[in-house]
Protein backbone atom coordinates (compact mmCIF):
# COMPACT_ATOMS: atom_id res chain seq x y z
CA UNK A 1 0.00 0.00 0.00
CA UNK A 2 1.36 3.57 -0.69
CA UNK A 3 3.00 5.53 1.84
CA UNK A 4 1.35 9.07 0.39
CA UNK A 5 -1.89 7.92 1.89
CA UNK A 6 -0.52 9.08 5.21
CA UNK A 7 0.30 12.20 3.67
CA UNK A 8 -2.73 12.83 2.36
CA UNK A 9 -4.20 16.68 3.31
CA UNK A 10 -7.58 16.17 5.89
CA UNK A 11 -10.10 16.91 3.38
CA UNK A 12 -12.33 18.33 6.54
CA UNK A 13 -9.92 21.07 6.46
CA UNK A 14 -10.91 22.21 3.02
CA UNK A 15 -12.93 25.25 3.10
CA UNK A 16 -16.85 25.04 2.45
CA UNK A 17 -18.16 26.43 -0.86
CA UNK A 18 -20.06 29.05 -0.21
CA UNK A 19 -23.76 27.95 -1.68
CA UNK A 20 -24.14 29.80 -4.97
CA UNK A 21 -20.49 28.06 -5.81
CA UNK A 22 -21.53 25.06 -4.20
CA UNK A 23 -24.59 24.44 -5.93
CA UNK A 24 -22.81 25.19 -9.45
CA UNK A 25 -19.98 22.84 -8.38
CA UNK A 26 -22.31 20.00 -7.86
CA UNK A 27 -24.15 21.04 -11.25
CA UNK A 28 -20.88 20.70 -13.29
CA UNK A 29 -19.97 17.63 -11.20
CA UNK A 30 -23.47 15.50 -12.15
CA UNK A 31 -23.43 17.21 -15.92
CA UNK A 32 -19.61 16.10 -16.29
CA UNK A 33 -20.62 12.21 -15.07
CA UNK A 34 -23.55 12.15 -17.29
CA UNK A 35 -21.35 13.32 -19.88
CA UNK A 36 -19.02 10.26 -19.04
CA UNK A 37 -21.45 8.14 -19.07
CA UNK A 38 -23.11 9.27 -22.44
CA UNK A 39 -19.19 9.17 -24.14
CA UNK A 40 -19.27 4.89 -23.18
CA UNK A 41 -23.22 4.79 -24.32
CA UNK A 42 -23.49 5.68 -27.55
CA UNK A 43 -26.02 2.71 -28.62
CA UNK A 44 -28.52 4.57 -26.30
CA UNK A 45 -28.33 7.47 -28.30
CA UNK A 46 -29.06 6.02 -31.39
CA UNK A 47 -31.64 4.14 -29.70
CA UNK A 48 -33.00 6.96 -28.64
CA UNK A 49 -33.26 8.51 -31.78
CA UNK A 50 -35.30 6.41 -33.17
CA UNK A 51 -38.75 7.08 -32.40
CA UNK A 52 -38.14 11.13 -32.66
CA UNK A 53 -36.88 9.70 -36.22
CA UNK A 54 -40.21 7.95 -36.69
CA UNK A 55 -42.34 10.67 -35.56
CA UNK A 56 -40.41 13.37 -38.16
CA UNK A 57 -39.60 11.16 -41.05
CA UNK A 58 -43.41 9.04 -41.59
CA UNK A 59 -45.65 11.17 -39.25
CA UNK A 60 -44.41 13.95 -40.08
CA UNK A 61 -44.02 14.22 -43.98
CA UNK A 62 -46.62 11.98 -43.78
CA UNK A 63 -48.98 14.61 -42.67
CA UNK A 64 -46.96 17.21 -44.54
CA UNK A 65 -48.48 16.12 -47.79
CA UNK A 66 -51.96 15.57 -46.61
CA UNK A 67 -52.42 18.84 -45.29
CA UNK A 68 -55.02 18.38 -42.90
CA UNK A 69 -53.12 20.24 -39.98
CA UNK A 70 -53.47 23.79 -40.43
CA UNK A 71 -50.09 25.61 -39.24
CA UNK A 72 -50.75 28.68 -41.47
CA UNK A 73 -47.26 29.62 -43.64
CA UNK A 74 -45.29 27.19 -42.31
CA UNK A 75 -44.78 23.61 -43.43
CA UNK A 76 -46.47 20.99 -41.10
CA UNK A 77 -42.72 19.27 -40.96
CA UNK A 78 -41.10 22.41 -39.88
CA UNK A 79 -43.91 23.22 -37.36
CA UNK A 80 -43.45 19.51 -35.99
CA UNK A 81 -40.04 19.60 -35.60
CA UNK A 82 -39.37 21.67 -32.08
CA UNK A 83 -42.44 19.38 -30.64
CA UNK A 84 -40.67 16.25 -31.69
CA UNK A 85 -37.61 17.68 -29.71
CA UNK A 86 -39.92 18.45 -26.78
CA UNK A 87 -41.31 15.55 -26.99
CA UNK A 88 -37.18 13.59 -27.48
CA UNK A 89 -36.27 15.31 -24.08
CA UNK A 90 -39.64 14.90 -22.26
CA UNK A 91 -39.42 10.90 -22.88
CA UNK A 92 -35.44 11.11 -21.63
CA UNK A 93 -36.66 12.81 -18.22
CA UNK A 94 -39.25 11.47 -16.97
CA UNK A 95 -37.43 8.20 -16.18
CA UNK A 96 -35.17 9.63 -14.31
CA UNK A 97 -37.08 8.90 -11.41
CA UNK A 98 -36.46 5.29 -11.96
CA UNK A 99 -32.91 6.24 -11.82
CA UNK A 100 -32.73 7.72 -8.85
CA UNK A 101 -34.98 4.30 -7.41
CA UNK A 102 -32.09 2.09 -8.93
CA UNK A 103 -29.41 4.38 -7.14
CA UNK A 104 -31.10 3.69 -3.68
CA UNK A 105 -31.27 0.48 -4.10
CA UNK A 106 -27.46 0.11 -5.18
CA UNK A 107 -26.63 2.18 -2.20
CA UNK A 108 -25.43 4.87 -4.62
CA UNK A 109 -27.88 7.02 -3.03
CA UNK A 110 -26.96 6.65 0.21
CA UNK A 111 -23.56 7.69 -0.79
CA UNK A 112 -24.02 10.86 -2.49
CA UNK A 113 -26.65 11.85 0.19
CA UNK A 114 -23.59 11.56 2.67
CA UNK A 115 -21.44 13.86 0.91
CA UNK A 116 -21.55 17.55 1.88
CA UNK A 117 -24.16 18.83 -0.62
CA UNK A 118 -27.55 20.11 0.39
CA UNK A 119 -30.22 17.82 -0.98
CA UNK A 120 -31.79 20.92 -3.39
CA UNK A 121 -28.18 21.02 -4.89
CA UNK A 122 -27.85 16.76 -5.57
CA UNK A 123 -31.15 17.43 -7.16
CA UNK A 124 -30.65 20.11 -9.15
CA UNK A 125 -27.35 18.25 -10.20
CA UNK A 126 -29.35 15.95 -11.36
CA UNK A 127 -31.80 18.39 -13.22
CA UNK A 128 -29.23 19.62 -15.12
CA UNK A 129 -27.67 15.96 -16.15
CA UNK A 130 -30.88 15.23 -17.57
CA UNK A 131 -30.77 18.02 -19.24
CA UNK A 132 -26.95 17.41 -20.44
CA UNK A 133 -28.50 14.14 -22.07
CA UNK A 134 -31.70 16.05 -23.38
CA UNK A 135 -29.41 18.10 -25.07
CA UNK A 136 -27.51 15.93 -27.03
CA UNK A 137 -30.90 14.40 -28.02
CA UNK A 138 -32.25 17.69 -29.47
CA UNK A 139 -29.04 17.66 -31.40
CA UNK A 140 -29.74 14.56 -33.44
CA UNK A 141 -33.03 15.58 -34.04
CA UNK A 142 -32.28 18.87 -35.35
CA UNK A 143 -29.81 17.42 -37.44
CA UNK A 144 -32.53 15.03 -38.69
CA UNK A 145 -34.99 18.43 -39.19
CA UNK A 146 -32.32 19.64 -41.51
CA UNK A 147 -31.46 16.80 -43.64
CA UNK A 148 -35.34 16.53 -44.06
CA UNK A 149 -35.42 20.38 -45.33
CA UNK A 150 -37.09 22.18 -42.40
CA UNK A 151 -35.71 25.52 -42.09
CA UNK A 152 -34.00 25.55 -39.01
CA UNK A 153 -32.43 29.10 -38.08
CA UNK A 154 -28.79 29.17 -38.25
CA UNK A 155 -28.62 32.34 -35.02
CA UNK A 156 -26.40 31.18 -32.98
CA UNK A 157 -28.18 33.39 -29.59
CA UNK A 158 -31.15 31.80 -31.15
CA UNK A 159 -29.57 28.39 -30.55
CA UNK A 160 -27.99 29.23 -27.50
CA UNK A 161 -31.73 29.97 -26.35
CA UNK A 162 -32.96 26.45 -28.06
CA UNK A 163 -30.60 24.62 -25.63
CA UNK A 164 -31.70 26.70 -22.49
CA UNK A 165 -34.95 25.55 -23.11
CA UNK A 166 -34.21 22.06 -23.70
CA UNK A 167 -32.63 22.22 -20.41
CA UNK A 168 -34.98 23.70 -18.07
CA UNK A 169 -37.50 21.54 -19.59
CA UNK A 170 -35.73 18.45 -19.25
CA UNK A 171 -35.09 19.76 -15.67
CA UNK A 172 -38.64 20.38 -14.98
CA UNK A 173 -39.26 16.71 -16.11
CA UNK A 174 -36.92 15.05 -14.08
CA UNK A 175 -37.55 16.84 -10.94
CA UNK A 176 -41.13 15.93 -11.60
CA UNK A 177 -40.04 12.26 -12.03
CA UNK A 178 -37.98 12.12 -8.70
CA UNK A 179 -41.02 13.86 -7.06
CA UNK A 180 -42.83 10.89 -8.35
CA UNK A 181 -40.55 8.07 -7.19
CA UNK A 182 -40.40 9.94 -3.76
CA UNK A 183 -44.15 8.61 -3.77
CA UNK A 184 -44.64 5.47 -5.28
CA UNK A 185 -40.94 4.41 -3.97
CA UNK A 186 -40.22 1.52 -6.34
CA UNK A 187 -39.21 0.90 -9.61
CA UNK A 188 -42.05 -1.23 -11.41
CA UNK A 189 -44.76 1.41 -10.14
CA UNK A 190 -43.02 4.49 -11.26
CA UNK A 191 -42.40 2.77 -14.89
CA UNK A 192 -46.12 2.71 -14.92
CA UNK A 193 -47.35 5.87 -13.91
CA UNK A 194 -44.02 7.69 -16.29
CA UNK A 195 -45.77 5.10 -19.25
CA UNK A 196 -49.21 6.77 -18.08
CA UNK A 197 -47.97 10.39 -17.80
CA UNK A 198 -45.90 10.68 -20.90
CA UNK A 199 -48.45 10.43 -23.34
CA UNK A 200 -51.33 12.63 -21.79
CA UNK A 201 -48.87 15.39 -21.55
CA UNK A 202 -47.50 14.73 -25.26
CA UNK A 203 -51.14 15.21 -26.59
CA UNK A 204 -52.07 17.61 -24.39
CA UNK A 205 -49.57 20.12 -25.37
CA UNK A 206 -48.94 22.29 -28.84
CA UNK A 207 -46.13 19.56 -30.12
CA UNK A 208 -48.41 18.49 -32.88
CA UNK A 209 -51.47 20.74 -34.03
CA UNK A 210 -51.92 23.95 -32.94
CA UNK A 211 -54.09 25.00 -29.96
CA UNK A 212 -56.49 26.81 -31.60
CA UNK A 213 -57.45 23.25 -33.06
CA UNK A 214 -57.85 21.86 -29.34
CA UNK A 215 -61.21 21.21 -27.92
CA UNK A 216 -61.87 23.59 -25.06
CA UNK A 217 -61.14 21.44 -22.31
CA UNK A 218 -58.19 20.42 -23.81
CA UNK A 219 -56.74 24.15 -24.40
CA UNK A 220 -57.21 24.54 -20.42
CA UNK A 221 -54.92 21.19 -19.78
CA UNK A 222 -52.61 22.88 -22.49
CA UNK A 223 -52.36 26.26 -20.55
CA UNK A 224 -50.83 24.44 -17.47
CA UNK A 225 -49.19 21.91 -19.19
CA UNK A 226 -45.38 23.50 -18.78
CA UNK A 227 -44.27 21.37 -22.14
CA UNK A 228 -46.83 23.68 -24.19
CA UNK A 229 -44.66 26.93 -23.73
CA UNK A 230 -41.35 24.72 -23.85
CA UNK A 231 -42.79 23.71 -27.51
CA UNK A 232 -43.60 27.27 -28.21
CA UNK A 233 -40.35 28.91 -26.95
CA UNK A 234 -38.64 26.04 -29.16
CA UNK A 235 -40.80 26.67 -31.77
CA UNK A 236 -40.36 30.94 -31.78
CA UNK A 237 -36.46 30.48 -31.29
CA UNK A 238 -35.83 27.25 -34.27
CA UNK A 239 -38.08 27.96 -36.87
CA UNK A 240 -39.30 31.89 -35.95
CA UNK A 241 -42.99 31.50 -35.45
CA UNK A 242 -44.65 34.05 -33.22
CA UNK A 243 -44.06 33.07 -29.57
CA UNK A 244 -44.45 34.91 -25.85
CA UNK A 245 -40.56 34.00 -25.21
CA UNK A 246 -40.41 35.98 -21.90
CA UNK A 247 -44.02 34.08 -20.43
CA UNK A 248 -42.44 30.76 -21.81
CA UNK A 249 -39.10 31.15 -19.97
CA UNK A 250 -40.80 32.74 -17.11
CA UNK A 251 -42.65 29.21 -16.72
CA UNK A 252 -40.24 27.22 -17.67
CA UNK A 253 -37.80 28.97 -14.78
CA UNK A 254 -40.44 29.07 -12.56
CA UNK A 255 -41.51 25.55 -12.86
CA UNK A 256 -38.35 24.12 -12.81
CA UNK A 257 -37.46 25.76 -9.51
CA UNK A 258 -40.65 24.89 -8.11
CA UNK A 259 -39.95 21.20 -8.90
CA UNK A 260 -36.69 21.41 -7.30
CA UNK A 261 -37.51 22.27 -4.10
CA UNK A 262 -40.42 19.61 -3.91
CA UNK A 263 -38.27 16.83 -5.26
CA UNK A 264 -35.26 17.99 -2.81
CA UNK A 265 -37.78 17.33 -0.11
CA UNK A 266 -38.82 14.28 -0.63
CA UNK A 267 -35.35 12.80 -1.26
CA UNK A 268 -35.21 12.03 2.40
CA UNK A 269 -38.37 9.60 2.00
CA UNK A 270 -36.49 7.76 -1.28
CA UNK A 271 -33.60 7.20 0.28
CA UNK A 272 -34.98 5.71 4.12
CA UNK B 1 -14.57 20.15 18.08
CA UNK B 2 -11.10 19.66 19.53
CA UNK B 3 -8.92 16.92 19.46
CA UNK B 4 -10.37 15.88 22.79
CA UNK B 5 -13.72 15.01 21.42
CA UNK B 6 -15.29 11.52 20.91
CA UNK B 7 -15.26 10.67 17.29
CA UNK B 8 -18.73 9.62 17.67
CA UNK B 9 -21.21 10.21 21.15
CA UNK B 10 -24.67 8.39 20.73
CA UNK B 11 -26.88 9.33 24.02
CA UNK B 12 -30.58 8.37 24.43
CA UNK B 13 -30.65 7.32 19.83
CA UNK B 14 -34.22 6.28 19.95
CA UNK B 15 -35.45 4.76 16.12
CA UNK B 16 -38.82 3.68 15.41
CA UNK B 17 -40.16 2.53 11.69
CA UNK B 18 -43.56 2.55 12.84
CA UNK B 19 -44.56 0.24 15.67
CA UNK B 20 -41.07 -1.54 14.87
CA UNK B 21 -38.28 -0.15 16.95
CA UNK B 22 -34.94 -0.45 15.25
CA UNK B 23 -33.01 1.59 17.84
CA UNK B 24 -34.11 1.55 21.65
CA UNK B 25 -32.40 4.20 23.18
CA UNK B 26 -28.55 3.35 22.96
CA UNK B 27 -25.82 5.33 24.76
CA UNK B 28 -22.27 4.77 22.66
CA UNK B 29 -18.79 6.38 22.47
CA UNK B 30 -16.30 5.90 19.73
CA UNK B 31 -13.13 7.00 20.98
CA UNK B 32 -10.87 9.14 18.24
CA UNK B 33 -8.24 6.97 16.46
CA UNK B 34 -9.42 3.67 17.19
CA UNK B 35 -11.12 0.46 14.91
CA UNK B 36 -14.95 0.52 17.05
CA UNK B 37 -16.69 -2.31 15.58
CA UNK B 38 -20.63 -2.52 16.03
CA UNK B 39 -21.51 -6.33 15.76
CA UNK B 40 -24.88 -7.96 16.01
CA UNK B 41 -26.98 -10.12 13.46
CA UNK B 42 -28.80 -8.87 11.08
CA UNK B 43 -31.65 -6.78 11.91
CA UNK B 44 -30.15 -5.82 15.81
CA UNK B 45 -30.26 -1.95 14.41
CA UNK B 46 -26.40 -1.55 13.75
CA UNK B 47 -27.49 -0.40 10.02
CA UNK B 48 -30.53 2.86 11.47
CA UNK B 49 -27.68 3.56 14.06
CA UNK B 50 -24.78 4.17 11.34
CA UNK B 51 -27.85 6.01 9.01
CA UNK B 52 -28.64 8.33 12.12
CA UNK B 53 -24.91 8.97 12.65
CA UNK B 54 -23.96 9.48 9.01
CA UNK B 55 -27.11 11.97 8.92
CA UNK B 56 -29.23 9.41 6.23
CA UNK B 57 -32.35 9.63 9.02
CA UNK B 58 -33.26 12.38 11.25
CA UNK B 59 -32.49 11.90 14.66
CA UNK B 60 -36.49 11.57 16.36
CA UNK B 61 -35.08 10.84 19.85
CA UNK B 62 -31.70 11.68 21.89
CA UNK B 63 -28.56 13.45 20.75
CA UNK B 64 -25.92 12.11 18.25
CA UNK B 65 -22.79 13.86 17.98
CA UNK B 66 -19.84 13.52 15.96
CA UNK B 67 -16.30 15.13 17.41
CA UNK B 68 -18.92 17.18 19.22
CA UNK B 69 -20.74 18.52 16.31
CA UNK B 70 -24.80 17.66 16.40
CA UNK B 71 -25.68 15.94 13.57
CA UNK B 72 -28.94 17.20 13.72
CA UNK B 73 -28.32 21.09 13.15
CA UNK B 74 -24.92 20.60 11.31
CA UNK B 75 -25.02 17.95 9.17
CA UNK B 76 -22.97 19.39 6.50
CA UNK B 77 -20.59 20.37 8.43
CA UNK B 78 -20.58 16.46 9.87
CA UNK B 79 -20.73 15.16 6.15
CA UNK B 80 -17.76 16.69 5.64
CA UNK B 81 -15.78 14.89 8.26
CA UNK B 82 -17.21 11.51 7.27
CA UNK B 83 -16.46 8.75 4.75
CA UNK B 84 -19.09 6.41 4.30
CA UNK B 85 -18.98 2.65 2.75
CA UNK B 86 -22.64 1.67 2.57
CA UNK B 87 -23.60 -2.24 2.97
CA UNK B 88 -24.30 -2.51 -0.97
CA UNK B 89 -22.17 -2.44 -3.35
CA UNK B 90 -22.47 1.06 -4.47
CA UNK B 91 -19.54 1.91 -7.31
CA UNK B 92 -20.98 3.23 -10.25
CA UNK B 93 -20.88 0.71 -12.94
CA UNK B 94 -20.81 3.07 -16.21
CA UNK B 95 -17.72 4.78 -14.80
CA UNK B 96 -14.31 3.76 -14.34
CA UNK B 97 -12.87 3.52 -11.03
CA UNK B 98 -10.71 6.60 -11.17
CA UNK B 99 -14.29 8.79 -12.50
CA UNK B 100 -15.73 6.93 -9.24
CA UNK B 101 -13.69 8.14 -7.09
CA UNK B 102 -12.91 11.63 -8.92
CA UNK B 103 -16.99 12.08 -8.65
CA UNK B 104 -16.36 11.60 -4.45
CA UNK B 105 -12.79 14.21 -4.66
CA UNK B 106 -15.17 16.77 -6.10
CA UNK B 107 -18.45 16.29 -4.13
CA UNK B 108 -16.01 16.60 -0.99
CA UNK B 109 -14.44 19.94 -2.58
CA UNK B 110 -10.89 18.54 -2.71
CA UNK B 111 -9.00 21.66 -4.93
CA UNK B 112 -8.67 21.38 -8.06
CA UNK B 113 -4.76 21.57 -8.12
CA UNK B 114 -4.83 18.49 -5.74
CA UNK B 115 -7.22 16.47 -7.15
CA UNK B 116 -5.76 14.35 -9.60
CA UNK B 117 -3.16 13.51 -6.94
CA UNK B 118 -4.87 12.67 -4.49
CA UNK B 119 -7.25 10.62 -6.56
CA UNK B 120 -4.60 9.01 -7.81
CA UNK B 121 -3.06 8.07 -4.29
CA UNK B 122 -5.84 6.52 -2.78
CA UNK B 123 -6.36 4.21 -6.28
CA UNK B 124 -2.76 3.22 -5.89
CA UNK B 125 -2.84 2.57 -1.51
CA UNK B 126 -6.19 0.36 -2.41
CA UNK B 127 -4.22 -1.94 -4.95
CA UNK B 128 -6.53 -0.63 -8.17
CA UNK B 129 -3.80 1.33 -9.74
CA UNK B 130 -3.41 -1.37 -13.13
CA UNK B 131 -7.29 -0.95 -13.22
CA UNK B 132 -8.27 2.45 -12.62
CA UNK B 133 -9.08 3.03 -15.83
CA UNK B 134 -11.34 -0.03 -16.53
CA UNK B 135 -15.33 0.40 -16.48
CA UNK B 136 -15.89 -1.25 -12.44
CA UNK B 137 -18.58 -3.44 -13.55
CA UNK B 138 -15.91 -5.64 -14.81
CA UNK B 139 -14.47 -4.99 -11.30
CA UNK B 140 -14.81 -8.34 -8.72
CA UNK B 141 -16.89 -7.53 -5.47
CA UNK B 142 -13.43 -7.52 -3.45
CA UNK B 143 -12.48 -4.85 -6.51
CA UNK B 144 -15.14 -3.39 -5.99
CA UNK B 145 -15.20 -2.95 -2.03
CA UNK B 146 -11.29 -1.66 -1.91
CA UNK B 147 -12.72 1.17 -5.02
CA UNK B 148 -15.58 2.39 -2.16
CA UNK B 149 -12.69 3.10 0.36
CA UNK B 150 -11.19 4.69 -1.96
CA UNK B 151 -13.95 7.06 -3.14
CA UNK B 152 -14.51 7.42 0.98
CA UNK B 153 -10.70 8.02 1.38
CA UNK B 154 -10.41 10.51 -1.08
CA UNK B 155 -11.18 13.44 0.78
CA UNK B 156 -9.70 12.34 3.77
CA UNK B 157 -12.25 12.06 6.54
CA UNK B 158 -11.88 12.32 10.18
CA UNK B 159 -14.01 8.95 10.76
CA UNK B 160 -14.50 6.47 8.52
CA UNK B 161 -17.75 4.54 8.82
CA UNK B 162 -18.11 0.90 6.88
CA UNK B 163 -21.03 -0.44 6.97
CA UNK B 164 -20.94 -4.71 6.54
CA UNK B 165 -17.75 -4.12 4.53
CA UNK B 166 -17.04 -7.89 3.97
CA UNK B 167 -20.60 -8.88 3.29
CA UNK B 168 -21.15 -11.49 0.25
CA UNK B 169 -16.93 -11.45 -0.46
CA UNK B 170 -14.87 -14.44 -0.80
CA UNK B 171 -12.22 -15.63 2.41
CA UNK B 172 -9.78 -14.00 0.32
CA UNK B 173 -11.53 -10.92 -0.14
CA UNK B 174 -12.14 -10.20 2.90
CA UNK B 175 -9.34 -10.39 4.41
CA UNK B 176 -7.90 -7.95 1.94
CA UNK B 177 -10.83 -5.78 2.87
CA UNK B 178 -9.55 -5.73 6.72
CA UNK B 179 -5.99 -5.22 5.83
CA UNK B 180 -6.60 -2.30 4.14
CA UNK B 181 -8.88 -0.90 6.83
CA UNK B 182 -5.90 -1.84 9.21
CA UNK B 183 -3.43 -0.02 6.88
CA UNK B 184 -5.28 2.78 6.62
CA UNK B 185 -5.68 3.10 10.34
CA UNK B 186 -1.96 2.63 11.07
CA UNK B 187 -1.07 5.69 8.01
CA UNK B 188 -3.55 7.99 9.35
CA UNK B 189 -4.68 7.84 12.43
CA UNK B 190 -8.34 7.92 11.11
CA UNK B 191 -11.12 6.79 13.59
CA UNK B 192 -12.99 3.67 11.69
CA UNK B 193 -16.50 2.87 12.69
CA UNK B 194 -17.46 -0.78 11.07
CA UNK B 195 -20.64 -2.53 11.35
CA UNK B 196 -20.42 -6.68 10.57
CA UNK B 197 -22.26 -9.61 11.86
CA UNK B 198 -18.44 -11.86 11.57
CA UNK B 199 -17.69 -12.14 14.96
CA UNK B 200 -14.14 -13.50 13.94
CA UNK B 201 -13.58 -10.58 12.34
CA UNK B 202 -14.27 -8.19 14.51
CA UNK B 203 -12.27 -10.21 17.27
CA UNK B 204 -9.00 -9.74 15.34
CA UNK B 205 -9.92 -6.31 13.35
CA UNK B 206 -11.21 -4.22 15.96
CA UNK B 207 -9.87 -2.19 19.61
CA UNK B 208 -13.36 -2.38 20.94
CA UNK B 209 -16.55 -3.73 20.22
CA UNK B 210 -20.46 -2.89 21.23
CA UNK B 211 -22.50 -6.07 21.18
CA UNK B 212 -26.05 -4.58 19.33
CA UNK B 213 -29.18 -7.31 19.58
CA UNK B 214 -32.65 -6.71 19.07
CA UNK B 215 -32.38 -2.29 19.27
CA UNK B 216 -29.43 -2.28 22.46
CA UNK B 217 -26.22 -2.28 23.04
CA UNK B 218 -25.78 -5.39 25.41
CA UNK B 219 -21.92 -5.11 26.03
CA UNK B 220 -19.16 -2.66 25.29
CA UNK B 221 -15.15 -3.73 25.76
CA UNK B 222 -12.27 -4.54 23.79
CA UNK B 223 -12.57 -8.95 22.41
CA UNK B 224 -9.92 -9.57 25.07
CA UNK B 225 -11.66 -7.47 28.11
CA UNK B 226 -15.59 -9.02 26.93
CA UNK B 227 -14.01 -12.72 26.56
CA UNK B 228 -12.24 -12.63 29.50
CA UNK B 229 -15.72 -11.22 31.90
CA UNK B 230 -16.75 -14.98 30.97
CA UNK B 231 -13.78 -16.15 32.99
CA UNK B 232 -12.95 -19.99 31.83
CA UNK B 233 -10.28 -20.94 30.06
CA UNK B 234 -9.69 -18.17 27.66
CA UNK B 235 -11.05 -20.43 24.58
CA UNK B 236 -14.26 -18.86 24.28
CA UNK B 237 -14.99 -16.41 21.10
CA UNK B 238 -17.18 -13.47 20.66
CA UNK B 239 -20.14 -15.29 19.92
CA UNK B 240 -20.15 -17.18 23.57
CA UNK B 241 -19.74 -13.54 24.52
CA UNK B 242 -22.85 -12.72 22.60
CA UNK B 243 -24.63 -16.35 24.11
CA UNK B 244 -23.27 -14.73 27.68
CA UNK B 245 -25.11 -11.47 27.43
CA UNK B 246 -28.36 -12.00 25.23
CA UNK B 247 -29.32 -15.41 26.32
CA UNK B 248 -29.86 -15.81 22.65
CA UNK B 249 -28.64 -17.50 19.66
CA UNK B 250 -26.53 -15.68 16.87
CA UNK B 251 -29.84 -16.08 14.51
CA UNK B 252 -30.96 -13.36 12.32
CA UNK B 253 -33.91 -11.19 12.75
CA UNK B 254 -36.75 -11.00 10.09
CA UNK B 255 -36.21 -7.20 8.25
CA UNK B 256 -38.83 -7.91 6.03
CA UNK B 257 -38.80 -8.07 2.33
CA UNK B 258 -36.82 -5.10 0.78
CA UNK B 259 -33.62 -6.13 2.95
CA UNK B 260 -34.27 -9.81 1.56
CA UNK B 261 -34.61 -8.18 -2.20
CA UNK B 262 -31.52 -5.93 -1.34
CA UNK B 263 -29.40 -8.68 0.40
CA UNK B 264 -30.22 -10.54 -3.26
CA UNK B 265 -29.08 -7.61 -5.53
CA UNK B 266 -25.41 -7.51 -3.39
CA UNK B 267 -25.06 -11.01 -3.96
CA UNK B 268 -26.29 -10.76 -7.67
CA UNK B 269 -24.00 -8.06 -8.29
CA UNK B 270 -21.17 -9.63 -6.63
CA UNK B 271 -21.71 -12.96 -8.91
Not at chain 1, 203 to 223: D, E, K, R
Request: net charge positive.
Amino acid sequence: MSSRLAALRPGWADPLLATPRLVLSRVSTMCLVELQKIRRDRTELFTRAVQPSLWLVVFGTTFTKLQTIPTGDVPYLDFLAPGVIAQSSLMISIFYGIQIIWDRDAGILAKLMVTPTPRAALVTGKAFAAGIRALVQALVVIVLALLLGVAVTGNPLRLLGVAVVVVLGAAFFCCLSIVIAGLVLSRDRMMGIGQAIMMPLFFASNALYPVALMPGWLQAINHVNPLSYQVEALRGLLIGTPARLGLDFAVLVGSAAVSVAVAASLLGRIAK
Amino acid sequence: MTTDDPAVRCTGLRYAFGDTVAVGGIDLVVRTGEIFGLLGPNGAGKTTTIRAITTLLPVPRGIVRVFDLDVARRKIAVRRLIGYVPQLLSADGALTGRENVALFARLFDVPRRERAARVADVIDAMGLTEAADRQTKTYSGGMVRRLELAQALVSAPRLLILDEPTIGLDPVARTGVWERIAEVRRQTGMTVLVTTHYMEEAEGACDRVALMHRGLIRAVGSPGELIDSLGGDGAATLDDVFRAYTGDEWTDQTKGFRHVQQTRRTASRLG
